[in-house]
């Protein structure tokens, strides 16, 4: 039963344009949302978050967005840049949970096309 | 400027063989915690901490044990290696409580295969 879907397994996206990446949870009790950016042979990397009290939270190119009503969120990464090509993982935490008990998605891929 | 540190990076094993990773973070994290990624399906919890002498399962604990004797360091130990845990293992590490701003810190990874 996956909690946290990325139902995009890939994405390709020219230089300069936007990037949406999209995640779908079905567990009501979670309360915060993370996206981590991996890259090749390197562990996932804190990338931005937001709690559930928010519905948009920015941070430089990176916004994300949560409906809670339609349990979705997204991340926009504008505008995109050949750097940002990557694995980028959803993560989802239970509001019963631990800091550190995370149910990730499977992962979009990003290319970054000049 | 370490962070979490994870050895080895990569290792092979045979069926039925015993091996420990390890992970060790200098940030004085009370959370620690390892994940697996297999193809198709993220990252999945293994193993939880949340302070020394203090662990607990997550979601795919079966054929693996942890021990947390210290702050720093928290070991993985495949007792009997099978195939099926040919996989990279990521350990993380974040400080205690649940607030907005608590960030978890990933290691670089350790690629295990199982043949």
Redesign the interface.
Known sequence: DQQ?K?NS?SLSVQEGRISILNCDYTNSMFD?F?W?KKYP??????LI?I?SIKDKNEDGRFTVFLNKSAKHLSLHIVPSQPGDSAVY?C?A?A?T???????????TRLQVTL | NAGVTQTPKFQVLKTGQSMTLQCAQDMNHEYMSWYRQDPGMGLRLIHYSVGAGITDQGEVPNGYNVSRSTTEDFPLRLLSAAPSQTSVYFCASSYAGTGAGNTIYFGEGSWLTVV
Do not use: C, D, M
């Not at chain 1, 042979?41 to 804190?46: D, H, L, N, Q, V």
């Not at chain 1, 949970?97 to 992962?107: D, I, M, N, R, V």
């Open positions: 946290v990325q397994p915060y993370l981590y042979a390197e562990g996932p990397t804190f978050s709690s993982f993560a935490r509001n949970g631990t800091a550190s008990k995370l149910t990730f998605g499977t992962g």
